[in-house]
């Protein structure tokens, strides 16, 4: 079987790949304050692509009446054990309730008090239906005469030149195109990488899962290869999620102000520290682990009129979870809610993984931007910190390419690009073995030997060396898959993403010799946090098939940070 690809050249000034939450955010700035073009490239479509495809019920990074930018970073701060990039956290702070605003304007509909304040759902946080998000978002982008979008085209790899980024690979999943896209700047806003380890429901149902399946780390693999710095990719992020529907809790614990209870009744959270994001899990963990389980969020016995609030709120953004509570008719009132971690993921909106970058939010690679879940340094930014992070990386790279020329990608290059591609889909053997057994076979060492759920999210340097060498392996054998469609080539590069990423991810659990982040980083080698020598980022780059570990200082709110070297 075999097909070819026909290779089409698209110019743009700027390039924006994916167009989930900051990508429509910052091609809405480049519109609105240019008339530079702007073309999105989106591997679904931008309607109900992303995070926010089947909607939010709250922004949960707001500063609410009685807090400041301050007092944001202080939370971020103490949340994540210090290890943060003050610049970029604090940046995002001071911009949050400007970007509300914005939205809002847009048609988000935010609820409000008789006195027409936002209702607020705790200290950062505020009450949306926010079913249409997206939707509304997509429209706004669509009335923009300078903006166009390639919907179903996935970009697989950056066009590179004396290290700078003018452009981007990609192919056609309707059509047999294969595309080369010049632009003057790249902004990658793919998001973060679902489907490394094992989740926690197998077969039909692997894919109920916190984090977008869709997001497969391709943002961060393109990044990877090009050589670009990362950082921070051993600060996993673990949900504690209502068991089996992955639902959030957040809206629970926050909204009723449930506590954590094992199956005795008792709360235990305070028993294991503060309640950090971090140690709400850890302390499920510990309990499940002394027998105590199954856990839950106390909701027996609230009152009616709280239960039909949440049912809205679930409704809004996890419909399974109210689904279950109408089927079985034993909602939160009658009984406690089951939670449970979920496998890690590797996102930067709610940890620090992701791209190294400056103060502007360009990556150590000139003309190549980041932000939202594809950036580093600044967790706990969830949906408006990347609203913020897309304006921000969208105004730097207007500035950068003021006076810039587009460099024409050379021929010859992109015919070899063509043919790399070309590969997977010309063959006449039969297939030794399928995308989905490599990609089963990459979640299982990962679960099993790089902190998955089976081994309590525990890791230790034997076992990451085993996954090492296997997680290699893998690799090695994807470069031999086959496609008999442009789906199933999708799903290639998706898998062969996911392993560079995995890559990455042993690379740094492996460097930080210590713990910090009980569950997201546990070392059983190294127990304890180590200030003295790893209050530091581990930052890697890779190069000729190794990965380059470096250790950088950290910074502070009111630096402006360049990169030196």
């Not at 109900?48 to 939010?56: E, I, K, M, P, T």
Request: proline share 3%; with cysteine; charged share 25%.
């Amino acid at each position: 079987m075999s097909f070819n690809l026909e290779l089409k050249v698209l110019e743009t000034d700027i390039l924006i790949i994916g167009g989930g939450t900051s990508g429509c955010y910052a091609a809405l700035t480049v519109g609105e304050n240019s008339s530079n073009q702007v073309l999105i490239a989106e591997k679904a479509n931008i309607k109900r692509s992303g995070c926010l495809a089947a909607g939010v019920n709250a922004l949960n990074a707001y500063i609410v009446k009685g807090e400041t930018p301050e007092t944001y970073l202080d939370y971020v701060r103490n949340d994540s054990e210090g290890v943060i990039r003050e610049d970029l956290v604090y940046s995002i702070a001071k911009r949050l309730n400007e970007v509300t605003s914005k939205v809002e304007a847009l048609g988000l509909v935010i609820q409000k008090d008789e006195n027409g304040d936002y209702v607020a759902r705790g200290k950062r946080n505020i009450k949306i239906n926010g079913e249409n998000i997206k939707p509304i978002l997509a429209s706004a982008v669509e009335q923009k005469d300078n903006i166009k979008v390639l919907n179903r085209v996935n970009i697989i790899d950056y066009v590179v030149k004396d290290n700078r980024v003018i452009g981007a690979y990609g192919f056609s999943l309707d059509s047999k195109v294969f595309y080369t896209i010049q632009a003057k700047a790249v902004l990658c806003t793919t998001g973060g990488a679902a489907g490394l380890y094992r989740p926690n429901n197998p077969g039909f149902s692997r894919h109920k899962m916190w984090y977008s399946p869709f997001n497969t780390g391709a943002g961060y693999a393109m990044g990877i290869r090009a050589g670009a710095e990362m950082t921070t990719f051993e600060m996993r992020f673990i949900a504690l999620r209502c068991k089996d529907t992955i639902a959030p809790t957040g809206t629970i614990a926050q909204g009723v102000r449930a506590q954590q209870i094992n199956g005795r009744g008792e709360a235990y959270e305070r028993k294991y520290g503060l309640p950090t994001t971090p140690n709400r899990m850890f302390s499920t963990v510990q309990e499940n682990k002394a027998g105590k389980g199954p856990c839950y969020l106390e909701t027996k016995g609230i009152s009616k009129e709280t239960e039909e609030d949440l049912y809205k709120a679930y409704l809004n953004m996890a419909p399974a979870q109210a689904l279950r509570w109408i089927e079985s008719g034993r909602g939160p009132s009658v009984e406690n809610v089951e939670i449970e971690g979920t496998e890690p993921y590797i996102v930067g909106g709610h940890t620090a993984s992701g791209y190294w970058i400056d103060t502007d939010r360009m990556t150590t690679l000139e003309g190549l931007y980041a932000a939202g879940d594809v950036a580093g340094g600044s967790p706990q930014k969830f949906v408006t910190g990347c609203f913020v992070e897309g304006e921000i990386a969208a105004l730097s790279a207007l500035e950068y390419i003021k006076g810039k020329e587009p460099v024409a990608v050379d021929h010859a290059q992109m015919i070899a690009k063509l043919e790399e591609v070309q590969q997977f889909l010309n063959h006449d053997a039969a297939d030794l073995y399928s995308i989905e057994e490599i990609e089963e076979a990459m979640q299982k060492v990962m679960d099993v030997y790089a902190g998955g759920i089976s081994s309590d999210y525990v890791v230790n340097s034997c076992k990451l060396a085993i996954a090492k060498r296997r997680i290699k392996g893998l690799l090695d054998m994807g470069q031999a898959l086959k496609a008999k469609d442009l789906h199933e080539l999708k799903l290639i590069y998706e898998v062969l993403d996911r392993l560079y990423v995995c890559q990455t991810v042993i690379a740094h659990l492996q460097a930080r010799k210590e713990t910090r982040w009980h569950c997201f980083q546990e070392n059983a080698d190294y127990p304890e946090r180590d200030d003295q020598h790893y209050f530091k980022y581990v930052n890697s780059r890779y190069r000729f098939g190794d990965i380059e570990i470096i250790l950088r200082d950290i910074v502070k709110k009111d630096e402006i940070y360049e990169h030196q070297d």
